[in-house]
């Protein structure tokens, strides 16, 4: 069992379970706060009323929909930083044993 619990820490599992489970708890506020209060915000800010995930341009008759674009990356950065601070807050970082 000792032998596990070395190959656990050794290898980084904790910490790599410990964002998965924070990643995937709070992605779904995260989501809901960007879709509903943010991407609004600047869809005003940008001129886009309906919304930023409708943003879009045309080049010919292509069109560029970059509103979701923008969406997802806000989308990781949130969900990134909140799994950053909270595995931080927690100590959970010094759970892994270094080499």
Request: aromatic content about 8%; hydrophobic content about 50%.
């Amino acid at each position: 069992m000792k032998g596990f619990i070395d190959f656990i820490r050794t290898q980084g599992v904790v910490g790599l379970a410990v964002g998965f489970i924070l990643g995937g708890a709070v992605s779904g506020v995260v989501k809901s706060i960007v879709d509903d209060i943010v991407n609004p915000l600047l869809g005003l800010v940008l001129g886009q009323a309906e919304g930023l995930m409708e943003a879009t341009f045309m080049i010919g008759d292509a069109t560029i929909k970059y509103g979701n674009l923008i969406n997802t990356l806000i989308n990781f950065i949130v969900i990134a930083g909140v799994v950053y601070f909270g595995v931080k807050s927690l100590g959970l970082d010094k759970l892994d044993k270094k080499d």
